[in-house]
């Protein structure tokens, strides 16, 4: 076998000529809007615009390229101004009418309390009552107890004997029970709960004004429980 430096060849085979590849240059830098200005832009000058209604709050202002003053300026659409003729007048008028043997004061929702005292309860036992309402339906405001408790305000009957025997924090059997349309447990002194958005209707029929009531003494000793509640009744009764 030849050695390698008979083998390799200083010239190029017969018909074979190297290519000269031709150097690629780079294309021209593509210059973006706002960077080839070549005035000179005055900060204090003022347009000869109408009047607008461009505020510090409404007035948007971009630089173009490097420099630090702003070279456009976004303007708010001037408010159309109405023509004699094109303005209209609302004039609001509040009609109060009174019913036959009320006075115009006494118009208007007002809020009632309703006190509740149970038996003497032992721990864990409970009490039903059915609390008269001057409303077949009603919002909750407040209530206040003295003593650890449960309450639960049903609008029918049916619903609190269904649920008499529902554990405290055990949710309502889906699907089963409900028309129940509070249950609270007072745990901690001071024994008071504010409602927000807590509303009320009986669903006897036909229908009374009347709230199904069960209190637990969840307490630690036996107790009457006295139980007072803020209530807006949502009906009048004329």
Do not use: H
């Amino acid at each position: 076998m030849p050695p390698l430096s008979q083998t390799l060849r200083s010239t190029s085979l017969p018909g074979f000529v190297p290519q000269q590849v031709p150097v690629l240059a780079l294309p021209a830098p593509v210059t973006l809007p706002g960077m080839d200005n070549s005035f000179l832009v005055n900060p204090w000058i003022r347009s000869p615009l109408p009047p607008i209604n461009a505020t510090v709050d409404t007035l948007r202002q971009f630089n173009d390229g490097n420099q630090q003053i702003p070279q456009r300026r976004l303007l708010p659409i001037p408010a159309p101004s109405l023509g004699a003729g094109m303005g209209t007048t609302v004039n609001n008028t509040t009609v109060t009418g009174t019913s036959s043997g009320a006075s115009a004061g006494s118009i208007g929702l007002t809020t009632v309390t309703l006190s509740y005292t149970s038996p003497f309860l032992n721990v864990g036992a409970a009490a039903t009552q059915a609390l008269n309402i001057d409303s077949k339906s009603y919002q909750l405001v407040s209530m206040t107890a003295n003593g650890a408790c449960e309450v639960r305000i049903y609008g029918s009957s049916v619903a609190q004997t269904a649920d008499f025997n529902r554990a405290a924090y055990a949710p309502l059997a889906a699907e089963l029970n409900n028309n129940l349309v509070t249950d609270v447990i007072l745990d901690t002194a001071p024994y008071v709960w504010n409602w927000q958005n807590r509303c009320g209707a009986n669903q006897d029929n036909p229908q009374a004004n009347i709230a199904y009531l069960t209190v637990f003494n969840t307490g630690s000793i036996p107790q009457a429980l006295q139980i007072s509640f803020v209530v807006l009744p949502l009906e009048t009764t004329s």
